[in-house]
């Protein structure tokens, strides 16, 4: 270790007293490095690189490049991270370069852990780098002691006229800056896209704001910024991994600034209260990344490049057609072993591959329960909340595992954790779910009921994740609710699983199919489609509850096409399988024929296709593969036969089309100059599946 430590100080002028190494800086995967020379960070792998000026650590950028394009931005003016109260000079940086190999969470990268002290503030930047993957991520953790100042800028309509520099920086933000990047002319259009979730109560789910760079300085919410030059290709994202804007901790009003020259990414969602003299508090991450083709298109397959590797889509564990049975509002009335164990036959009889029993199968009483006196506060103090409930139970969990076993049905349970005082229980809630993998080997449950309301709950609720994670080898899958509270949103703790995006319900007549459709072709644009856990019910029930004219009325489709509206996603039976009407059933075979594709159907790039789903388009889905893939159409309420979809196939190609399931027939044509294809569908509101092969 001495003699390359003396070789790399040689060649490379290395501040050898600093750098802390567990790998040495060339080691690197294919392509991907992490290197300090001289006063120069190297951050690259064969599609990006950045550039730094060391700064004893508080690091200035000074170049990122597009390897592919060869476009290149300049920067050299300030540190990326920025406090406006904090104005110490950087020292004692040091820069640790770790390999993460052989997960079975994320795909093989390197971690580039960038530390430097600010005063009493210390900051550590961790960044990863993928092979063959054009971006670049960042996490932030602090420990010490700040005072972090929570600014909104100014409203245009309180500032003067612009006369001079002095006039034009008048309202600028004086948040925590987490990002900044220069680019190199006046003429970019920035596309923010802002998320929503608490969806029980939003049925509009992404919104995007544009905005013309110009002299003064603009915001803009939301979690993405797609950033597009107007005179030339160049174009370039920026994603910040937060909640929601609605919902991240000590939020500033905003997430991104633009203005002639500059990006900037505000909000770290850590206050000064937050911050420990020993122990590193995490905050808000950002990845910055260009685009694997041109325009926007190119900008979000970029985007989903990232997306699959920082969470790998593992078949065994991420794939299901879960049915859940609280979408028939028997809430937990029913739930006995008895009707469990009916349950799980009647859902192996119909396809599914897994069993949620909702709230009820416990001791304990929820605030969700149809019974009175529920509660879910101050639970460790009733004995055996979370054991199963003698008297619905009292075999226990054996005679339900056992026929889940030979049904080859996984079985999941619905868990609530503590939320007294910020989650200070989450050792408890930890190891209820460590015991229930050791006892009854579950790995699978749905997580309701969160609020992180501070920063002690963020923290609080991630060691609960994390402890059940290490327990069960990271086989753990977590279903994370979004329907209420302050909660994590699409893009934040990310790599713990699944989200559970809505309750829609026929007794209160919101389920409609085209509202679930449309809220899963907005997402699927910017977040993959498998990640999302959606839903199709009953459709037999509550009929009465639509008026006999509506058009879109559940009982209008067919079951096999509300099925299908899933199939890009995870597919969520919201319904107590046992009231489905079997004979309606007897020829539905379209879980068997997904079963036989749903694999490769996931492992594409997946995004949305046609119109927006209003009830009355053509619309669908796309999977993208290298030569093949599929493609969704649905025919909604409509009087076209035919219809020319914009798909992301080549312009100008011949491709071949299989029928897989639905109502269309095998075809082979040539795609238009915008890779457009003509599709039939003879009947409204019909779906085709189709496998496509480039000839």
Known sequence: MLSYLLKMRTRSLLFVGALVLSMPTHAQLTGVK??????????ENNRIKRQFRWNDGNLISTALINKVTGDRYVMNDQPDFAIATETAKAEGGSLQVNKVLNSVITENHIEAVVTTRLGSLEVKRVFRLYEDC????????????????QSQAASGQDLKNIEGDAAAKEGESQAVRIEKINVPDNHWRATAVEFFDVTDRN?????????????????????LLLMQSTTSAKSFFVLKEAPVSGSQLYYPGYDFTVKFGEVKVFGLGVGGQDLQASEWVRGY??????????????????LRTYQQ???????????????????????????????????????????????????GWQSGRSSNSAFAGGSLKNIWKVKDYWEPHPQKFPNGLAPVLKLAKEKNITLSLWFNPSTDSSFKHWE??????????????????????????????????????DKVMAATNNQAVFNLDVTAGRRFGYHYMYEYGNLFLENRYTDWGNYYPHFTLRNLWHLSHYIPAQRLQIEFLNKWRNANKYA????????KYSFDYLFAITLVAQPLGWFESQNLPLDSLRDFDLIKVYKKHWHALHAGKIFPLGDEPSGYSWTG????????????????????????????????????????????KDFTTKTGTSGEVKFTLSKPLSYVIYKYTIQ
Request: glycine letters at 8%.
């Open 34 to 43: 992490a290197e300090l020379k001289n006063d120069t960070l190297t951050l």
């Open 134 to 149: 054009a971006v670049i991520a960042c996490d932030y953790y602090l420990k010490g002691s700040t005072a972090i100042k």
């Open 203 to 223: 049925n509009t789910l992404t919104q995007k704001q544009e905005r013309l760079l110009y002299r003064q300085e603009s915001s803009l919410r939301g979690n």
């Open 285 to 302: 991450s950002y990845v910055t990344g260009f685009g694997d083709g041109p325009g926007e298109q190119g900008l979000l397959s970029g």
């Open 309 to 359: 590797k920082a969470r790998i889509q593992k078949p065994e564990r991420d794939e299901m057609i879960l049915v859940n049975t609280w979408g028939d509002r028997g809430q937990d009335t029913k739930v006995t072993e008895a009707f469990v164990l009916k349950e799980i036959t009647t859902a192996a009889a119909l396809g599914a591959t897994h069993l949620q029993v909702d709230d």
């Open 428 to 465: 408890n809630d930890a190891d209820v779910l460590i015991n229930q993998y050791k006892k009854y080997g579950i790995t699978m449950w749905k997580i309701d009921g969160v609020q992180i309301p501070d920063k002690a709950a963020d923290i609080n609720f991630r060691k609960m994740l």
């Open 548 to 555: 006999p004219t509506d058009p879109l009325a559940p009982a």
């Open 621 to 664: 889905f796309q999977s993208l593969a290298a030569k093949e893939g599929f493609i969704i159409v649905f025919r909604e309420h409509n009087t076209q036969s035919t219809h020319v979809v914009n798909t992301l196939l080549p312009p100008g190609t011949t491709v071949r089309f299989t029928k897989i399931a639905g109502d269309g």
